[in-house]
């Protein structure tokens, strides 16, 4: 038992700890998102939230998007989130408010990793949160200045919840999840994952005519907190009860069902092909591979385990081990679906390689383990050669990701796109105008940069081809350029517009505005071209 002075260094060297990979972390992402741009026009949507909620509060109707379902049912799924982003709109603007906001929630997410698996007791627990950070489909995800690293806190949160066997916390965890992010249904999938896995090792552990009772309290109660929360999330909500018509777009059609194999809908909503995953993913996926191999090594050749016959380990251990690896399963089915899921992947697939890992790690005896990995190959030289390759060859790996995530993240959204364009139509174009632009994902940053006029899609294109799948087609065809009738006449009897915004990446677009004799290019910049009918 530790005395009162020897718990008091123990904490400061904790504290240290955590602090320098807080500071680490937001040094990385600093140093990954340094440039006046953004990966994700949705950033530009929740910086514009953010400052209208300091100028009037919650926003309760969505106007701006006239033809969509968010005229019917809207609610701001990301409430909390945007109250965080409050103070930080405030003090720096919204702009590089939210970029340093993004870097902080960032590095905290980290931070709270490595929490979980010192609450685990994981060695080498450094070692992990490395390889965390050191992995390019969630460094990008992490990094994107949006509630995805809030998500992932809850997520881990609800972990040390389960851990710590704490009801109150995971029904908290619950109601904040659903005011943050629209991932909310998540949690209840993980505690689900996390209570098969205690039945699973109880009917195997237990006594035969002890299995009729697998399902304890404790277990009955977990499940049933968290759904609780949600639940209080949902209804004791500022949007109750059109939330649930906005959640059953968001969740049910946008993320279950899905259109995109009908209309162009976002990227992370299409399909992480395994190529891509381990690509980019590739030292999480080594690591298992390692761990499993070593496992392997220890069921083969007893002689490498020191002392087998007083190995012992603890229940906890194997329900977490089966927890993580249940929910990893269930997120990496989710991800090879819809790429955005990644995000949540990686640190759970971490930490089921690192509770498996601090299983095996302290019966391991180094000197018979690499003897017999010696003994696979016809000799020592090749088995060291092995070794040093490895050991030189994944640094490099892992600072390439770090790079290339920085070349993506700088290959974004520059803050000033549509600047000088929005600016024009705001000084020749009649407030409350509805204004036809060329891509759904033009919205934020046209809605960023004023709010006094309506647009025709945004935020996902199914919330446009819910509402109205032939506009949404007439809409599309004039953006691809293949619209076989008048476009002056679609603006006016479709959209009830009179100005027409078109990319410079939208060529084809042009060309079909270009045979319109009805209308009249007005406006030119690096960025767009402007229509009107006159």
Known sequence: MLKKGQNKTAMRRSIAAYAVVFLSAAAVCAFLQGQSSFADPDSFYHAKMAS?????????????????????????????????????????????????????????????????????????????????????????????????????????????????RHLGWLFAIGWVYVWTHGGWPLLPLMVSCWLAARILTRAVTERAAERRRTVTLWESKALAATLAGCLAGLVINPYFPGNLSFYWEQIVQVGLIGYGETIAVGSEWYPYYFSGLFGENGGPFLALGIVILIALFALLWDDVIRQPSRVRIAESEIVDAIGLCLTSAALLFMTAGSRRHVEYLIPVLILFTASCFGMLWPHLDLVRLRQR????????????????????????????????????????????????????????????????????????????????????????????????????????????????????????????????????????????AERDGALVLTYEDEDAWIYEIP
Do not use: C
């Open 52 to 164: 209208l909620m300091l100028e009037s509060g919650p926003v309760m109707t969505f106007s701006w998007l006239p033809f969509t379902t968010l005229t019917e049912a809207f609610a701001d799924h990301h409430l909390f989130y945007h109250v965080l982003l409050m103070p930080f709109v405030a003090l720096f603007g919204p702009l590089w408010g939210i970029k340093l906001a993004a870097i902080l929630f960032a590095a905290a997410a980290v931070t709270v990793f490595l929490g979980v698996l010192r609450m685990m007791r994981v060695s080498h627990a450094w070692v992990f949160t490395l390889l965390l950070m050191t992995s390019g489909g969630f460094l990008v995800r992490l990094n994107l200045a949006k509630a995805g690293p809030l998500a992932i806190i809850l997520l881990l949160s609800a972990v040390v919840a389960l851990k710590r």
């Open 373 to 512: 990995f010696s003994s696979l190959f016809s000799s020592k030289v090749v088995a060291l050669s092995l070794t040093v390759f490895l050991l030189s060859v994944l640094p490099v790996l892992a600072l390439k990701q770090v790079y290339l995530v920085k070349y993506f993240l700088g290959a974004g959204v520059p803050w000033g796109h549509y600047g000088s364009a929005v600016q024009w139509v705001s000084e020749n174009v009649p407030e409350g105008s509805v204004i036809v632009h060329s891509d759904w994902d033009d919205f934020p940053m046209l809605f960023f940069r004023d709010d006094r006029y309506s647009y025709v899609a945004g935020l996902d294109p199914t919330f446009l081809y819910r509402r109205n799948p032939l506009k949404y087609g007439r809409w599309r065809a004039l953006t691809l350029g293949e619209y076989d009738g008048s476009v002056s006449g679609s603006l006016r009897d479709d959209f009830g517009s009179r100005v027409l915004l078109i990319g410079k990446d939208h060529e084809e677009m042009k060309s079909l």
